[in-house]
């Protein structure tokens, strides 16, 4: 063979991507080839937002879309910690429960002792890890599977729960830091200047990315397709800041409701932060690497034992910021916090979103786009006044067509060769 030729297996075989035209033929031939990534949640969240503003228009008011973002907030974020754990291949029943625990612990420290919110947030975080600790050690070291596993916490943590809560009391949570998570709104002015940052940061990644592949000789995308995608990402953060600096209060004369939601930038710094741990990372590469043969990485010199202890303290930590969340929007905790549909919506956003039950497939983006799903057919059934067992219906509807569309995708890789 020369060193010129090129070797093509099947028909998701590509080629570098030189122009536009090339680029977009291998895009087509990876999704022929059962790469979907995050393309079914993209598509099935513009059809469910176009749906819900025809039928009704108040959909895309600006209270209602600053509705989505926090209501959609806290289940993304246990969907994030959730990606961990999915991608080796595990599962954490638990994560819905894990969180309202440090939610109890959270209001117990802060509204019953008397704690400063900081001391309040450490104990809830610090609550989080211990419980992603045992979690791991168990699957991990002791060899239970995290199925069963994660099932018995899942009944403990409800029980600790309870216990926190007296048996079913409520304890209210006043102060003003925590209760400004959800409930918080940064100025018009702010936000703007957040999303400059935003998109000048994005912008000088990509083109620190496309500079360092061309200095090593790698194939790059064409500067047109970057560009489209920097400007695209732009066009969607000016519209959605546009939107939310708008005036959202019934009597603006008496209280103004504008400005970003505080709870948006700190979602969207986790995206950030997480997706330069998976993708940028040796930390990151040795989780799909277990994910995608556990066995092969464990003979390359991967402490797997130890990376599926990490996955687990990462997901109970991020289950314990999603509880933190749940906490400062409903401005108390209860013996509900985190139960109910919190687990299942969890899930259902990682998997929505593109990211793999099966191991070794999935990004941090997915969970985003899975929980913006979610909240908009909850949020958009909840406008056409369905009843509750219609919007369960449809929203397990959904997780099964993403499950299916990953299990055909898959199988369609293996078909192909490109997996």
Same mark, same amino acid.
């Given at each position: 063979?020369?060193?010129?030729?090129?070797?093509?297996?099947?028909?998701?075989?590509?080629?570098?991507?030189?122009?536009?035209?090339?680029?977009?033929?291998?895009?087509?031939?990876?999704?022929?080839?059962?790469?979907?990534?995050?393309?079914?949640?993209?598509?099935?969240?513009?059809?469910?937002?176009?749906?819900?503003?025809?039928?009704?228009?108040?959909?895309?008011?600006?209270?209602?879309?600053?509705?989505?973002?926090?209501?959609?907030?806290?289940?993304?974020?246990?969907?994030?910690?959730?990606?961990?754990?999915?991608?080796?291949?595990?599962?954490?029943?638990?994560?819905?429960?894990?969180?309202?625990?440090?939610?109890?612990?959270?209001?117990?420290?802060?509204?019953?002792?008397?704690?400063?919110?900081?001391?309040?947030?450490?104990?809830?975080?610090?609550?989080?890890?211990?419980?992603?600790?045992?979690?791991?050690?168990?699957?991990? #070291?002791?060899?239970?599977?995290?199925?069963?596993?994660?099932?018995?916490?899942?009944?403990?943590?409800?029980?600790?729960?309870?216990?926190?809560? #007296?048996?079913?009391?409520?304890?209210?949570?006043?102060?003003?830091?925590?209760?400004?998570?959800?409930?918080?709104?940064?100025?018009?002015?702010?936000?703007?200047?957040?999303?400059?940052?935003?998109?000048?940061?994005?912008?000088?990644?990509?083109?620190?990315?496309?500079?360092?592949?061309?200095?090593?000789?790698?194939?790059?995308?064409?500067?047109?397709?970057?560009?489209?995608?920097?400007?695209?990402?732009?066009?969607?953060?000016?519209?959605?800041?546009?939107?939310?600096?708008?005036?959202?209060?019934?009597?603006?004369?008496?209280?103004?409701?504008?400005?970003?939601?505080?709870?948006?930038?700190?979602?969207?710094?986790?995206?950030?932060?997480?997706?330069?741990?998976?993708?940028?990372?040796?930390?990151?590469?040795?989780?799909?690497?277990?994910?995608?043969?556990?066995?092969?990485?464990?003979?390359?010199?991967?402490?797997?034992?130890?990376? #599926?202890?990490?996955?687990?303290?990462?997901?109970?930590?991020?289950?314990?910021?999603?509880?933190?969340?749940?906490?400062?929007?409903?401005?108390?905790?209860?013996?509900?916090?985190?139960?109910?549909?919190?687990?299942?919506?969890?899930?259902?956003?990682?998997?929505?979103?593109?990211?793999?039950?099966?191991?070794? #497939?999935?990004?941090?983006?997915?969970?985003?786009?899975?929980?913006?799903?979610?909240?908009?057919?909850?949020?958009?059934?909840?406008?056409?006044?369905?009843?509750?067992?219609?919007?369960?219906?449809?929203?397990?509807?959904?997780?099964?067509?993403?499950?299916?569309?990953?299990?055909?995708?898959?199988?369609?890789?293996?078909?192909?060769?490109?997996?």
């Amino acid at each position: 063979m020369t060193a010129t030729a090129v070797k093509k297996e099947g028909p998701a075989a590509v080629t570098p991507a030189k122009t536009v035209g090339a680029h977009v033929r291998n895009y087509l031939a990876r999704v022929r080839g059962g790469d979907l990534g995050a393309l079914p949640a993209v598509i099935g969240l513009v059809v469910l937002c176009v749906v819900f503003t025809i039928v009704r228009p108040v959909f895309f008011s600006a209270g209602n879309f600053a509705n989505l973002f926090t209501q959609g907030a806290a289940v993304t974020v246990i969907a994030m910690g959730l990606i961990f754990v999915l991608l080796l291949g595990e599962i954490d029943l638990s994560a819905g429960f894990a969180s309202g625990v440090c939610a109890g612990i959270l209001a117990n420290v802060v509204s019953v002792l008397g704690y400063p919110w900081y001391v309040a947030v450490l104990a809830a975080l610090v609550t989080g890890v211990l419980i992603g600790l045992i979690l791991g050690f168990l699957v991990a #070291k002791v060899g239970i599977p995290s199925f069963v596993v994660t099932l018995a916490g899942f009944l403990a943590f409800q029980g600790v729960v309870l216990l926190l809560m #007296k048996e079913g009391s409520n304890i209210s949570i006043s102060d003003d830091v925590i209760v400004g998570i959800e409930n918080g709104r940064i100025a018009p002015a702010i936000g703007w200047l957040l999303a400059a940052v935003a998109i000048i940061g994005y912008a000088v990644a990509q083109l620190l990315r496309h500079r360092n592949r061309l200095s090593r000789g790698l194939v790059t995308e064409p500067a047109a397709v970057m560009g489209a995608r920097i400007g695209g990402l732009a066009l969607l953060i000016v519209l959605a800041v546009y939107v939310l600096n708008q005036e959202r209060s019934i009597n603006p004369l008496i209280t103004s409701n504008k400005g970003m939601p505080v709870v948006v930038p700190i979602v969207a710094l986790l995206l950030v932060f997480w997706t330069f741990v998976l993708n940028r990372t040796a930390y990151g590469r040795h989780l799909y690497a277990v994910g995608g043969n556990a066995e092969a990485a464990r003979r390359a010199g991967i402490n797997v034992d130890r990376l #599926k202890i990490s996955a687990f303290v990462i997901c109970s930590g991020m289950a314990a910021v999603g509880g933190i969340i749940a906490a400062s929007r409903d401005r108390s905790v209860d013996p509900n916090t985190g139960g109910s549909n919190v687990l299942l919506y969890a899930v259902g956003a990682a998997v929505i979103g593109g990211t793999s039950l099966f191991g070794g #497939k999935g990004r941090m983006i997915n969970a985003v786009l899975g929980g913006a799903v979610v909240a908009v057919i909850i949020n958009g059934m909840g406008l056409l006044d369905l009843s509750s067992g219609l919007k369960f219906i449809f929203t397990g509807l959904v997780l099964l067509l993403a499950a299916g569309v990953d299990a055909l995708s898959r199988r369609r890789s293996a078909a192909t060769g490109t997996r």
